[in-house]
């Protein structure tokens, strides 16, 4: 309860006196050390909590703090695919790509972007590149599923599906995908 409130409010105290954020959006502790990870925290419990305005300062303040990660490029695209805006998602995840290029959900959201507009095919090689730094992905192989069925690929649809439903049996959309798989002829 106390950590909903800090992010609701994007400012005060905890117990420890800790400051939940500063002006740049960032956990300061008295003596000037930030906790990177226990921001990342924050910005992720705040999207959960539906504060995405909180999120959105926290991920800012670690994009400034921690000018090396690519993290925090990846938390706003992902803030703007939920706003709608695509062009600020896909200049943060390429930012992100660029930064390191082995960052799988940095593909990912490239690949988001794409299926957002329509542009089912340009989504492909983004899942792809995500295929081949994390094979056994079942978040890859669902995104795989998704475009190549959009494209009316139903093999690779079926392929994909088959294998996210192997790598991820109870995942949430597991069953949706178990039903379309025994669908199909």
Not at 18 to 26: H, S, Y
Not at 146 to 170: F, M, S
Request: hydrophobic share 40%; aromatic share 8%; with cysteine.
């Amino acid at each position: 309860m106390i950590l909903l409130s800090f992010l609701l409010a994007c400012s005060g105290s905890n117990e420890d006196g800790r400051e939940v954020l500063n002006d740049e959006g960032a956990t300061a502790i008295p003596g000037g050390y930030s906790d990177y990870e226990a921001d990342y925290g924050l910005a992720v419990e705040a999207v959960a909590a539906g504060d995405l305005a909180a999120a959105e300062k926290i991920y800012q303040g670690l994009a400034i703090k921690e000018p090396a990660s690519a993290s925090p490029w990846v938390g706003l695209g992902s803030l703007a695919v939920m706003g709608g805006d695509l062009d600020t998602a896909e200049t943060n995840y390429q930012r992100a790509t660029q930064m390191d290029p082995k960052l799988l959900t940095a593909h990912i959201g490239l690949g988001t972007v794409d299926m957002e507009r329509g542009a089912y095919s340009e989504a492909l090689p983004h899942y792809q590149q995500a295929s081949e730094l994390q094979p056994d992905s079942p978040d890859v192989h669902l995104a795989l599923h998704n475009a190549y069925r959009e494209l009316g690929d139903i093999a690779g649809a079926k392929t994909h599906g088959r294998k996210y439903v192997e790598l991820a049996p109870d995942d949430a959309s597991a069953a949706w995908v178990k039903s379309w798989l025994a669908a199909q002829p």
